[in-house]
């Protein structure tokens, strides 16, 4: 298993920054992705408008996974209309 990290950005409505967060929660223990920490850093704004949004909720999970369930994931994440942007990074170690 590697270390990842994932940004996440939701919207800033409490409803759609509610329900983006347990879908993300729930896909990532569906695939046995281990969370090893949340930092939730707030909200910012973006650099380009996003769906006519200029502000977004950052959130960073640090993660460890399969690296073949990332793109599984991946694919689950862009069904999530509750998700503004999202990257994964490997940490290297």
């Not at 990842?4 to 896909?27: K, M, W």
């Amino acid at each position: 298993m590697r270390q990842y990290e994932l940004t996440v950005i939701f919207p800033l409505e409490e409803d759609q920054y509610q329900a983006g967060r347990e879908t993300v929660l729930a896909d990532l223990a569906a695939h046995g992705v281990e969370i090893v920490k949340t930092d939730e850093t707030g909200d910012r704004d973006l650099a380009y408008e996003i769906n006519r949004r200029k502000r977004g909720r950052y959130v960073l999970f640090t993660l460890k996974a399969d690296p073949a369930k990332i793109s599984v994931i991946d694919k689950a994440f862009k069904l999530n209309a509750n998700l503004l942007r999202y990257l994964f990074v490997k940490i290297e170690e």
